[in-house]
């Protein structure tokens, strides 16, 4: 089992940030894209940021401007930094590895990290 382990969830007021933090495995991190997904209660998990190993970042419409995926090499962990925080970004928040910048998954999903967002 090759695990990302996400950090960095809380509470929140509206308009407010956090940062997530994910432990990669290293055998993981070189070479893979990494992306940041979330799942609200009775959605589908969704892809909200991903960084390519060479560190072109996509993003979803609904986070653009307010989100930022980055990656420290050396620490192998990927970061999302979560600004302008709204009530619909409420939801279990989980990174996980792409083989080869392609669109299959490298690793195996964590325990995610709840972010609630709410006055």
């Known amino acids: 089992q090759v695990q990302l382990v996400e950090s960095g969830g809380g509470l929140v007021q509206p308009g407010g940030s956090l940062r997530l933090s994910c432990l990669v495995p290293s055998l993981l991190f070189s070479g893979n894209a990494l992306g940041w997904y979330r799942q609200a209660p009775g959605n589908q998990r969704e892809l909200v940021a991903r960084?390519?190993?060479?560190?072109?970042?996509n993003y979803a419409d609904s986070v653009k401007g307010r989100f930022t995926i980055s990656r420290v090499n050396v620490n192998y962990t990927v970061f999302l930094q979560m600004n302008s925080l709204k009530p619909e970004d409420t939801a279990v928040y989980y990174c996980?590895?792409?083989?080869?910048?392609?669109?299959?998954?490298?690793?195996?999903w964590g325990p995610g990290t709840q972010v609630t967002v709410s006055s």
């Open positions: 960084i390519s190993s060479f560190g072109s970042t």
């Open positions: 996980m590895g792409f083989a080869r910048d392609s669109n299959v998954f490298a690793g195996d």
